[in-house]
């Protein structure tokens, strides 16, 4: 096994590794409804945001699509629940 500059959480001092991370980033786009301000867009960017391998969580309100950035595909149940639970409605892929 080779000597790495890069911690076991993937960090490394370098940027390579963000680098990497970012090159195999899966991004999905969701529709979702009942977004209407700038708290529902800082809502679900915290709820989507907290959950295990997102990286990234972009709200557009004025479409009514999120679009989550991940480390793999995610799992669409989990997004639909935390979406549901945060009072909105998610609606399918785009």
Known sequence: MSSSCCSTDGRCSTGTAAATATA???TTT???S???CGHCK???TRVIGELDGVTGVDVDLDTGRV???SAADPDDSVIADVVDEAGYE???RV
């Open 67 to 69: 679009t989550v950035t």
């Open 34 to 36: 009942g977004m209407t």
């Open 30 to 32: 969701y529709a979702v």
């Open 24 to 26: 195999g980033a899966v």
């Open 42 to 44: 800082a809502t679900l």
């Open 90 to 92: 998610l609606t399918g």
